[in-house]
């Protein structure tokens, strides 16, 4: 009998030890799940990008360079084929503000994308510094990114690109 109250214990604080693993990972506020997308996307982390942010089809976003995002689909392409064209990512915020009313949040964000890219032996860097803005709404207790508009903080981009070489990687 006290082997099998010693076994439902166990199971009991394994079950508790999980789920509060699961919610310390889920993000809680805006601005956390903005700042865990921004690092997944550092990490090529696709499917932690795809539980953040809604994949409503009529959702449009806008980013750098005139692309056009409808749905989840489109954005998702595109950025599996920015994942497998760029060697590293590194995407360091620089200033965010978040804004909330009840279920719905919009923030102002300041970073730079910094991306590698293989130039020969040599790793290509290119520094965007990058001004974003978006809109977040809390669904089934889960803040989801819906849709963002992304912009250059300069016009200036001559000092952005520079040669790493293969040491420094």
Not at 13 to 42: G, H, K, Y
Not at 116 to 123: Q, S, T
Request: aromatic share 8%; with cysteine; proline share 4%.
């Amino acid at each position: 009998m006290m082997s099998l109250r010693l076994c439902a214990w166990s199971v009991l604080v394994f079950c508790l030890s999980i789920s509060t693993v699961t919610l310390a990972a889920e993000p809680s506020d805006p601005e956390s799940v903005i700042r865990q997308m921004v690092r997944a996307n550092a990490e090529k982390d696709l499917p932690t990008l795809s539980r953040l942010m809604a994949h409503d089809a009529d959702i449009v976003s806008y980013a750098v360079a005139g692309r056009k995002y409808i749905g989840w689909t489109e954005l998702e392409a595109g950025m599996r084929e920015e994942f497998v064209n760029s060697k590293k990512l590194e995407l360091p915020i620089h200033a965010l503000t978040v804004w909330t009313k009840g279920d719905l949040a919009w923030y102002a964000m300041e970073l730079d994308y910094i991306r590698y890219v293989a130039d020969g032996a040599a790793l290509k860097r290119t520094v965007l510094p990058m001004r974003e803005t978006g809109v977040l709404e809390r669904r089934n207790g889960h803040w989801q990114l819906l849709s963002w508009h992304e912009s250059f903080r300069s016009a200036r981009f001559d000092e952005s690109v520079t040669s790493v070489p293969p040491t420094a990687r």
